[in-house]
């Protein structure tokens, strides 16, 4: 298959930022996308309705003209957080979802919970109003092996939480490994999962063999093959509990490219072409559409995109960085090395 023409897709897991990063990326994410998840994880972090509803109009105002892009927008829980703003989120037509971090888990995630079986309270107010949450599924304990923090937090937290509240409905964000992939099907249609394009795409030899690859360091890290695999079969099983959330994270060259470089990888700029890279390996460009523009809709409950988008099988080269600010400057997953496809909108 040489082209591929499927409905438009949605992102359900991206950061945009906030100032000149968010100008240098969003338009990349709505030239692609309908719709997007908008992680909350800004410094300060968007904790309130009305932080929300700022930060909405912002990211409005980074949109080209022209573009239909509607930015869907989640608060981050605190332990500060109180039933009524959860209430008032969920009231709000332009909030879609919340975001537990548990704290010091990944990127901005200081004011995330130290204890996410210590919520019971606003976990209870989610469950009575069908507001998704969503989860960074790492447990934070310094006894437990980066590469295993995901699998361990399925027992300590995710198991416990689900069973004390049947009614709540969750996405496990950006999985990893055949652990969560495998707790996922186990689970109801109330929890579903993103799953990233470099997941799917590589494995930690990306990041550790020959040199240390810093743009290749995202949150959960990359895993063995083994996990890739089942990642790979999940993704284009076409199941609906499985779709398309790039965790496209962008942070400047030099805080990348240092002695303690910031965990995310900026995929936003080819995100669709990614995806059909990694669908095409397996020979499943039949369930791309599935995973990138129907499942999501569906979890979410909102309609299906009318438009459509082609890819085409083109070989594009990916430049060095794109500009930020003054020095700024942000490097790009594949950074100068190709992608197989072209993205392109049918208007
Ligand atoms: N994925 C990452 O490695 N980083 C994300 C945070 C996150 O999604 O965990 C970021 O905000 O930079
Ligand atoms: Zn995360
Ligand atoms: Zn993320």
Redesign the pocket.
Known sequence: MNEIVIRQPDDW?V?LRDGAMLKAVAPFTAKQCHRAII?P?LVPPVTTVAEAMAYRDRILAAIPEGIAFEPLMTLYLTEQTTVEELAAAAANPHIHAVKL?PAG?????DRGVRDPLSIDHLLGELARSGLPLLV?GEVVDPNIDIFDREAVFIDRVLTPILNRFPDLRLVM??ITTTQAVEFVMSQSERVAATITAHHLLYNRNAMLVGGIRPHY????ILKRETHRQSLLNAATSGHPKFFMGT?T???TQSSKESACG????FTGYAALELYAEAFDEVGKLDQLEAFTSLNGPRFYRLPINEKRVRLTRTTTQVPDSFPVEDNQHLVPLRAGESIAWQFELLE
């Open positions: 897991h950061h992680m994880n971090y888990a990944t990127t901005n995630s960074h964000e950006h360091y995202c949150l959960p965790d994270a962008p942070h910031c965990a995310g990888a």
